[in-house]
Every structure is written in C-alpha cells, then in structure tokens.
T-cell receptor, first 114, second 112 residues
Framework: QKEVEQNSGPLSVPEGAIASLNCTYS??????FFWYRQYSGKSPELIMF????GDKEDGRFTAQLNKASQYVSLLIRDSQPSDSATYLC??????????????FGSGTQLTVLP | NAGVTQTPKFQVLKTGQSMTLQCAQD?????MYWYRQDPGMGLRLIYY???????DKGEVPNGYNVSRLNKREFSLRLESAAPSQTSVYFC???????????FGNGTRLTVT
C-alpha cells in the first residue's frame, strides 16, 4: 500500500506570513510530486509539481523535494486570505506493470487570518 | 475550452438503484480517471483508463464499472447503489499516466 501522509491541520497563519505545508510518502520509487489546492465545495486545482530534488519556485509558491528523506513541502509566502483552502499532496508511483498512478494525501486545511 | 465536464452535478439514489456518471474531456488527453472523495480520506482512485481501449482497477473498484467510450469520454456505472457509495465523485484526465491531473467539477452522490 503506497502511502502519502499529511498533517490534517487545521493550520492557521496570519496574513502576510509564510505557510508551510508538509507531506511524506512511503514509496522510494516515486518520481513525480504534485500540490493541489481545493476550495470548499470545489474540485482540486493543480498549483505546483516537482520532479527533482531541491526547490522549485512559482510566484509566491515554493515546492521543496527531498527524495532521501521522502519528504515534499509547499511554502506559501505573503499568505493571503484567498489562500485559505485545503492543500492536497499527490505522489506518482508504479501501480502495476509500468502503470503510474497518483496517490493523494488526505489534505491540510489552511486558514489565513486577516 | 471546457476542460473536464462531468454530469450530473448532484444525484440522490435509493439503495439498489443504478446510475451512470458521465465524463468528457476536450484536452486530447490519453489518460482518464475516476476518484471518490470522502471526509478525512482524501481522494481514492476507483478506476482508470491509461489510454483509449484500456481500463484498470484502482484502489477501491468494488461496486463500480467503467467504460472508455472513446478518447474523450469515460463513464462510471453503479449497478446497485449502496449507502457506502455516498461520496463526491471526481473525473480527471492527464496527458499521460503519472502526470498532473485536471479535474472535473465533481458529482455529489447521496444513496439513501
């Protein structure tokens, strides 16, 4: 069973602060890592993906990957109330033969306080 | 460009009834997926289709069947609905397996 673990939160940060969201995964063979944002009652939206160790930045978002520690994180700088949502971590692994599927964590609920 | 379109948006069934959830994508993606989302359990893969003409079971396939009608369309059928199938169902697509998914707006299903 491939597992992806996230702290369910809720995580509260003040407006303008850095929000740090963390995710660990069980399969050392995983190669692709994704962060999705899901507003209440809406569908998940892809916001970041990372394939290589290190940091990847896109605007206020930074994804960090450490394959040796099987750890991926998402940093949100200058957090805004509009960032309040559930953030889902997803990891790609081989399910059968050569088929690659995504396994999702249960999500971390983030609240940015004005 | 509509992306991934799911119908219906809401559905209430009685135990034992059947229904089909429809999904279509216009992004020319090869792979399509059906997930269910339950509180505290995240998204769980029901079935997927890596490419037109193929379908495979995911993590929670029992009680469901799927059909990849063509490259655009991937339907999910509940033959005899049970209260345990009350959930939000998402269809998704990707250009290839293991790549980022594009989700439809979801179907909220209640089985009484």
């Amino acid at each position: 069973q491939k597992e992806v673990e996230q702290n369910s939160g809720p995580l509260s940060v003040p407006e303008g602060a850095i929000a740090s969201l963390n995710c660990t995964y069980s399969d050392r063979g995983s190669q692709s890592f994704f962060w999705y944002r899901q507003y209440s009652g809406k569908s998940p939206e892809l916001i970041m993906f990372i394939y290589s160790n290190g940091d990847k930045e896109d605007g206020r978002f930074t994804a960090q990957l450490n394959k040796a520690s099987q750890y991926v994180s998402l940093l949100i700088r200058d957090s805004q109330p509009s960032d309040s949502a559930t953030y889902l971590c997803a990891v790609s692994f081989i399910s059968s033969g050569s088929a690659r599927q995504l396994t999702f964590g249960s999500g971390t609920q983030l609240t940015v306080l004005p | 460009n509509a992306g991934v379109t799911q119908t219906p948006k809401f559905q209430v069934l009685k135990t034992g009834q059947s229904m089909t959830l429809q999904c279509a994508q216009d992004m020319n993606h090869n792979s399509m997926y059906w997930y269910r989302q339950d509180p505290g359990m995240g998204l769980r893969l029901i079935y997927y289709s890596a490419s037109e003409g193929t379908t495979d079971k995911g993590e929670v396939p029992n009680g469901y069947n799927v059909s990849r009608l063509n490259k655009r369309e991937f339907s999910l059928r509940l033959e005899s609905a049970a209260p345990s199938q009350t959930s939000v169902y998402f269809c998704a697509s990707s250009e290839a397996q293991g790549q980022g998914l594009h989700f439809g707006n979801g179907t909220r299903l209640t089985v009484t």
